[in-house]
């Protein structure tokens, strides 16, 4: 599968924490058969091996804390 585009801003707000959490430790790491499971689930589409530029870039948009 690779690399892909899953357009993250369609299931990561409704990701469990638990998944939130196994992709923020590595966001550039493949993703585990769990977390790649609920992503298809939540797309109704299979879920990359990894987590492409533009998906860990909205990803990392969402986590930044403000001041």
């Given at each position: 599968m690779g690399e892909l585009t899953t357009?993250?801003?369609r299931w990561w707000p409704r990701l469990s924490i638990r998944?939130?959490?196994a992709i923020l430790?590595?966001?550039a790491?493949?993703?585990d058969d769990a977390v790649?499971?609920?992503i298809g689930t939540?797309?109704?589409a299979p879920a990359p091996e990894r987590l492409g530029a533009a998906?860990?870039?909205y990803i990392r948009t969402q986590t930044e804390?403000?001041?």
């Open positions: 357009d993250a801003e998944a939130k959490h430790a590595d966001p790491a493949p993703l790649r499971e609920e939540l797309t109704d998906d860990r870039d804390f403000v001041d």
